[in-house]
């Protein structure tokens, strides 16, 4: 059963950056695609980006690009989003989320963490 969790989440400042982590355990974690999404308060959730298994691939939401970077270290069964300049409409709780092949911004994702709340303040 592959679990994810995600840390990093937090209060910052619009400006300022912002690190979240996404650890995954228990299953062939290191062959699975990863996506992060979002919950922002009245809006249905969001795909954010996703990243190929060996991290040779991303995809960016337009809302996003430029501005977040996904990686992933599969030595450590870690996947990261990296938030530069984050603007208050980017306030949500971030969820990870996990699936056995390539499914992009697709909600479909099998495996999703409990999320991360972030909160931009302007």
């Not at 592959?2 to 989440?9: D, F, K, N, S, Y």
């Not at 949500?92 to 409990?114: F, P």
Request: net charge neutral; proline share 3%; aromatic share 10%.
């Amino acid at each position: 059963q592959v679990q994810l969790a995600e840390t990093g989440g937090g209060l910052v400042q619009a400006g300022d950056s912002l690190r979240l982590s996404c650890a995954v355990s228990g299953g062939i974690s290191r062959n699975y695609p990863m996506a992060w999404f979002r919950d922002a308060p009245g809006k249905e959730r969001e795909f954010v980006a996703a990243i190929s298994s060996r991290g040779g691939s991303t995809l960016y939401a337009d809302s996003v690009k430029g501005r977040v970077t996904i990686s992933r270290d599969n030595a450590k069964n870690t996947v990261y989003l990296q938030m530069n300049s984050p603007k208050p409409e980017d306030t949500a709780v971030y969820y990870c989320a996990a699936h056995t092949y390539w499914l992009g911004e697709s909600l479909d994702y099998n495996y999703w963490g409990q999320g991360t709340q972030v909160t931009v303040s302007s």
